[in-house]
Protein backbone atom coordinates (compact mmCIF):
# COMPACT_ATOMS: atom_id res chain seq x y z
CA UNK A 1 0.00 0.00 0.00
CA UNK A 2 1.20 3.50 -0.91
CA UNK A 3 1.83 5.83 2.47
CA UNK A 4 1.21 8.73 0.56
CA UNK A 5 -1.99 9.59 -1.68
CA UNK A 6 -0.43 12.70 -3.45
CA UNK A 7 -1.66 11.38 -6.48
CA UNK A 8 -5.71 11.20 -5.57
CA UNK A 9 -5.13 14.63 -4.18
CA UNK A 10 -3.55 16.21 -7.36
CA UNK A 11 -6.43 14.86 -9.05
CA UNK A 12 -9.44 16.01 -6.76
CA UNK A 13 -7.84 19.27 -7.05
CA UNK A 14 -7.66 19.31 -10.59
CA UNK A 15 -4.04 19.68 -10.84
CA UNK A 16 -1.22 18.66 -12.72
CA UNK A 17 2.43 17.19 -11.17
CA UNK A 18 4.21 19.75 -13.61
CA UNK A 19 2.18 22.73 -12.41
CA UNK A 20 2.94 21.50 -8.63
CA UNK A 21 6.40 20.94 -9.37
CA UNK A 22 6.81 24.64 -10.57
CA UNK A 23 4.58 26.36 -7.81
CA UNK A 24 6.50 24.72 -4.76
CA UNK A 25 9.96 24.67 -6.88
CA UNK A 26 10.77 20.77 -7.26
CA UNK A 27 12.02 19.58 -10.81
CA UNK A 28 9.38 17.66 -12.49
CA UNK A 29 10.88 14.47 -12.53
CA UNK A 30 11.46 14.71 -9.04
CA UNK A 31 8.09 15.27 -8.51
CA UNK A 32 6.51 12.70 -10.47
CA UNK A 33 8.63 10.06 -8.38
CA UNK A 34 7.21 11.40 -5.43
CA UNK A 35 3.82 11.58 -6.88
CA UNK A 36 4.43 7.93 -8.00
CA UNK A 37 5.95 6.43 -4.78
CA UNK A 38 9.23 6.23 -6.07
CA UNK A 39 11.32 8.22 -3.65
CA UNK A 40 10.09 9.27 -0.39
CA UNK A 41 9.84 13.40 -0.23
CA UNK A 42 10.96 15.49 3.42
CA UNK A 43 8.84 16.70 5.63
CA UNK A 44 9.73 20.25 4.20
CA UNK A 45 8.55 19.17 0.93
CA UNK A 46 5.20 17.64 2.11
CA UNK A 47 4.61 20.96 3.70
CA UNK A 48 5.12 22.68 0.82
CA UNK A 49 2.97 20.18 -1.20
CA UNK A 50 0.26 20.26 1.16
CA UNK A 51 0.06 24.05 0.88
CA UNK A 52 0.08 24.41 -3.15
CA UNK A 53 -2.75 21.92 -2.66
CA UNK A 54 -4.72 23.91 0.03
CA UNK A 55 -5.16 20.78 2.22
CA UNK A 56 -4.03 19.60 5.87
CA UNK A 57 -0.83 17.65 5.82
CA UNK A 58 -2.99 14.69 6.85
CA UNK A 59 -4.53 14.10 4.14
CA UNK A 60 -1.27 13.51 1.82
CA UNK A 61 -1.18 10.23 3.75
CA UNK A 62 -3.35 6.99 3.49
CA UNK A 63 -5.00 5.64 5.89
CA UNK A 64 -2.91 2.28 6.33
CA UNK A 65 -4.87 -1.20 7.37
CA UNK A 66 -2.40 -1.41 10.46
CA UNK A 67 -2.18 0.36 14.11
CA UNK A 68 1.78 1.45 12.98
CA UNK A 69 2.49 4.06 10.48
CA UNK A 70 3.94 7.40 9.68
CA UNK A 71 7.24 9.27 8.66
CA UNK A 72 10.36 10.69 10.78
CA UNK A 73 12.90 12.60 9.88
CA UNK A 74 16.54 11.89 11.19
CA UNK A 75 19.02 14.62 9.99
CA UNK A 76 17.20 15.58 6.84
CA UNK A 77 16.64 12.23 5.54
CA UNK A 78 12.84 10.81 6.31
CA UNK A 79 12.12 6.98 6.69
CA UNK A 80 8.87 5.46 6.45
CA UNK A 81 7.80 4.07 9.51
CA UNK A 82 4.94 1.00 9.19
CA UNK A 83 6.36 -1.79 11.71
CA UNK A 84 8.03 -2.47 14.74
CA UNK A 85 11.17 -3.62 12.46
CA UNK A 86 10.90 -0.89 10.79
CA UNK A 87 11.33 0.96 14.18
CA UNK A 88 14.20 -0.97 15.47
CA UNK A 89 15.98 -0.80 11.84
CA UNK A 90 15.69 3.35 12.37
CA UNK A 91 17.34 2.70 15.96
CA UNK A 92 20.41 0.75 15.08
CA UNK A 93 20.72 3.90 11.94
CA UNK A 94 20.57 6.21 14.78
CA UNK A 95 22.93 4.40 17.20
CA UNK A 96 25.37 3.71 14.23
CA UNK A 97 25.31 7.24 13.06
CA UNK A 98 26.11 7.76 17.03
CA UNK A 99 28.89 5.72 17.88
CA UNK A 100 31.05 7.41 14.32
CA UNK A 101 31.33 10.66 16.11
Known amino acids: ME???IKEVLKEKRVTVV???ETIGVAQPSMSNIVNGRTTPSL???R???KALDVAIQELFAVPNNELYGLVQYKGITY???SVGSIE???RT???NSSLK
Do not use: F
Open 3 to 5: LLR
Open 19 to 21: SLA
Open 44 to 46: DTL
Open 48 to 50: KIA
Open 80 to 82: KID
Open 89 to 91: SLL
Open 94 to 96: IKE
